[in-house]
T-cell receptor
Framework: DGGITQSPKYLFRKEGQNVTLSCEQNLNHDAMYWYRQDPGQGLRLIYYSQIVNDFQKGDIAEGYSVSREKKESFPLTVTSAQKNPTAFYLC????????????FGAGTRLSVL | AQSVTQLDSQVPVFEEAPVELRCNYSSSVSVYLFWYVQYPNQGLQLLLKYLSGSTLVKGINGFEAEFNKSQTSFHLRKPSVHISDTAEYFCAVSDGQGGSEKLVFGKGTKLTVNP
C-alpha cells in the first residue's frame, strides 16, 4: 500500500535530550512537510522540503532540525533547544505538480518525561 | 499572508441532523481551499478541495462545501450526520498563484454527533 509512515507512534523525551521522528513515504512525492499540532491551535508548519538535499524553515522552526538525504525520507529532530516539545507531530507529502494537495501520516505524539 | 478562521471551535449535533461547519479566509486574488478530517490520534484525511470551476464541491462521506468568493467563505455541510462523523475538521487555504506549497490551517472545529 502506498502511503506515509511515521514512527514511533509515541515518543518520550528527557530533559536535554535530542529525539528524532521518522517519516517515510512510498508515494514518489517530491515535497515533504512537518507540522506541529497543539490542542486548539490547528497545524503549524515547522519545515518543508521540495527536493532532495534542500529544505526551508516554516513558521516555527526554532528548536528543530531536518534532513532530506533521500526522496522518501524526511526525519525531524527535536533538539534540547525546543523548550516546549510536547505536541502531536504530523508529516505530509505532495507531488511537485500539486504542492498544495498534501497527504498526511498518522502522526507521532511526543511527551516530555 | 493568508489566514483562516473557523468560527466554531465545537459543534454538537444529534444523529441524522444537518450540520454546517463555517470557514472564512482572508481575501486573495485566487485561492485553493481544502477541508480535512482528523479522527482521534490519527493524521489528517482530505475530505474535499476547491481548485477552480464549480463553486459547489462534493467530497467523501457525503460532505460538500460551497466556495463563496464575495463572502470569502468555504463552509462545509452534510445533510444528515452519523455517529461516525464525530471528529475534528480543519479548513485550509493556499494561494492559487504560483503553486504555493504552503497550506495555512484554521484552528479546527470539533464535531460531536450524539445519539
Amino acid at each position: 500500500d502506498g502511503g506515509i509512515t511515521q514512527s514511533p507512534k509515541y515518543l518520550f523525551r528527557k530533559e536535554g535530550q535530542n529525539v528524532t521522528l521518522s517519516c517515510e513515504q512510498n508515494l514518489n512525492h517530491d515535497a515533504m512537510y512537518w507540522y506541529r499540532q497543539d490542542p486548539g491551535q490547528g497545524l503549524r508548519l515547522i519545515y518543508y522540503s521540495q527536493i532532495v538535499n534542500d529544505f526551508q524553515k516554516g513558521d516555527i522552526a526554532e528548536g528543530y532540525s531536518v534532513s532530506r538525504e533521500k526522496k522518501e525520507s524526511f526525519p525531524l529532530t527535536v533538539t534540547s533547544a525546543q523548550k516546549n516539545p510536547t505536541a502531536f507531530y504530523l508529516c505530509a507529502s505532495s507531488m511537485a505538480a500539486a504542492k498544495n494537495i498534501q497527504y498526511f501520516g498518522a502522526g507521532t505524539r511526543l511527551s516530555v518525561l | 499572508a493568508q489566514s483562516v478562521t473557523q468560527l466554531d471551535s465545537q459543534v454538537p449535533v444529534f444523529e441524522e441532523a444537518p450540520v454546517e461547519l463555517r470557514c472564512n479566509y482572508s481575501s486573495s486574488v485566487s485561492v485553493y481551499l481544502f477541508w480535512y478530517v482528523q479522527y482521534p490520534n490519527q493524521g489528517l484525511q482530505l475530505l474535499l478541495k476547491y481548485l477552480s470551476g464549480s463553486t459547489l464541491v462534493k467530497g467523501i462521506n457525503g460532505f460538500e462545501a460551497e466556495f463563496n468568493k464575495s463572502q470569502t467563505s468555504f463552509h462545509l455541510r452534510k445533510p444528515s450526520v452519523h455517529i461516525s462523523d464525530t471528529a475534528e475538521y480543519f479548513c485550509a487555504v493556499s494561494d492559487g498563484q504560483g503553486g504555493s506549497e504552503k497550506l495555512v490551517f484554521g484552528k479546527g472545529t470539533k464535531l460531536t454527533v450524539n445519539p
